[in-house]
């Protein structure tokens, strides 16, 4: 029976013609500097702007990387494996949507095959491209999960994302050691219950 996928936007920003250049986010950085009452002009500043630029090249480089690149590449001598593929504890950094404040966590990512499978590094790369964004935990979570099951077309995925966000232990309520859930299941993971509990199991949730 082939599972029914509901697809997420990409929400991979604006086009590049409309992107403003690095002497102009040089220039925001340094208006951020006066806001907050620092003088962009002191010796210690002076190079600032272009590390933070630079660093934000870093950060925020999964809007110049597209899911399909990294998924494209699939096996297909399987050997009869059906089972369950899990990679856990993916260690990944992001960034809040809605404060630019990091969010940092792992995720485990499990899919079945079904005449295809993936290098496990590619699973890895597909969860830095969309860290490496603006993001909520939920939608990481769910535009995770709808690339491997558009894109490779299993029977079945599954996606559960830890995370801390330093919106909520650095600001705001300041509550420390407060970590966030999510999960998104599709194919089998949402009809197999006993799939998904070793899912959950292997995955640390569940005894």
């Known amino acids: 029976m082939e599972a029914v996928v509901k697809q997420f936007p990409e929400r991979s920003g604006i086009e590049a013609d409309d992107r403003p250049d690095r002497a102009e986010a040089e220039a925001a950085v340094r208006t951020l500097l006066r806001w907050m009452g620092e003088d962009p002009t002191r010796e210690g500043l002076l190079e600032t702007p272009a590390r933070v630029v630079k660093a934000y090249g870093e950060l925020f480089g999964g809007y110049a990387q597209d899911a399909a690149d990294v998924l494209g590449r699939t096996f297909e001598d399987v050997s009869g494996y059906e089972d369950m593929v899990l990679v856990k504890d993916i260690d990944f950094h992001s960034h809040c949507e ?17 005449g295809r499978v993936l290098g496990l590094s590619k699973i890895a790369r597909l969860v830095d491209i969309y860290g490496r964004r603006l993001q909520t935990q939920e ?36 509550s420390r050691d407060a970590t966030t859930i999510t999960t998104a299941f599709n194919g089998q993971f949402k009809t197999d219950k006993e799939l998904t509990r070793r899912f959950m199991k292997l995955s640390g949730q569940s005894s």
């Open 98 to 114: 809605h404060h630019m404040v990091p969010i940092i966590g792992k995720a485990h990512v499990a899919y079945v095959p079904n």
């Open 139 to 174: 939608s990481m979570t769910a535009q995770i999960a709808d690339a491997m099951q558009r894109l490779l077309q299993p029977a079945g995925v599954a996606v559960m994302i830890e995370a801390e966000h330093l919106c909520m232990s650095m600001r705001g309520i300041r």
